[in-house]
């Protein structure tokens, strides 16, 4: 069983930048695809972004294309999520989820496609 831990939120202004960590332990994520989603007060859960066990792959949802990025490093089992130019829309719960991954190079974008969670982190965007 994977286990995951997200850090790095906190407080920024608009136009700011943070950088989401998740370490994974208990297991090796390399055969693991990775994605990030969030959940702001009173909405429900979203899907971020994605990245394939190998890292060659990943997708956005379209609000954060080009702000966003989704990085990995297997060795040091940890993904990361670099946020820039954040909205206060930004601001909400993020979290950092893991699936098995068969098939190489895919990229989940459901949440119900991922079996292991962390507990979040908050990330605040103020105007």
């Known amino acids: 069983q994977v286990q995951l831990v997200e850090s790095g939120g906190g407080l920024v202004q608009t136009g700011g930048s943070l950088r989401l960590s998740c370490a994974a332990s208990r297991r090796t994520i390399s055969r693991y695809a990775m994605g990030w989603f969030r959940q702001a007060p009173g909405k429900e859960r979203e899907f971020v972004g994605g990245?394939?066990?190998?890292?060659?792959?990943?997708y956005y949802t379209d609000s954060v294309k080009g702000r966003f990025t989704i990085s990995r490093d297997n060795a040091k089992n940890t993904v990361y999520l670099q946020m820039n130019s954040l909205k206060p829309e930004d601001t909400a719960v993020y979290y950092c989820?893991?699936?098995?991954?068969?098939?190489?190079?895919?990229?989940?974008?459901?949440?119900?496609?991922?079996?292991?969670w962390g507990p979040g982190t908050q990330v605040t965007v103020s105007s």
């Open positions: 989820a893991a699936t098995p991954s068969p098939r190489l190079g895919t990229v989940y974008y459901s949440d119900y496609e991922y079996d292991y």
């Open positions: 990245i394939s066990e190998s890292g060659v792959n990943t």
